[in-house]
C-alpha cells in the first residue's frame, strides 16, 4: 500500500528520517544513505511516526 503511493527513494527517505539517518524526510537512494550510516545517529528510544508523514 505505501509503495502504491510513494516512489522507493519517497519512503526510504522517509523511513531513514524516521531513523535518524536523513536530516528530511526528503527521497533519499539506499545507497546515499548507507554511505552516511552511523548506529550514533539511530535513536535508542521509541520512534513515532508524525501525523501525515505517510499518508
Same mark, same amino acid.
Given at each position: 500500500?505505501? /509503495? &502504491?503511493?510513494? @516512489? =522507493? !527513494?519517497? /519512503? $526510504?527517505?522517509? +523511513?531513514?528520517? +524516521?531513523?535518524? *539517518?536523513?536530516? &528530511?524526510?526528503? =527521497?533519499? @537512494? +539506499?545507497? &546515499? *544513505? /548507507?554511505? !552516511?550510516?552511523?548506529?550514533?545517529? #539511530? =535513536?535508542? !528510544?521509541? $520512534?513515532? #511516526? =508524525?501525523?501525515?508523514?505517510?499518508?
Amino acid at each position: 500500500m505505501l /509503495l &502504491s503511493r510513494n @516512489t =522507493p !527513494e519517497e /519512503l $526510504i527517505g522517509k +523511513l531513514g528520517y +524516521l531513523a535518524g *539517518l536523513n536530516p &528530511s524526510a526528503k =527521497p533519499r @537512494t +539506499l545507497k &546515499s *544513505l /548507507l554511505k !552516511e550510516f552511523d548506529w550514533k545517529r #539511530v =535513536p535508542k !528510544e521509541n $520512534i513515532f #511516526v =508524525p501525523a501525515g508523514l505517510f499518508f
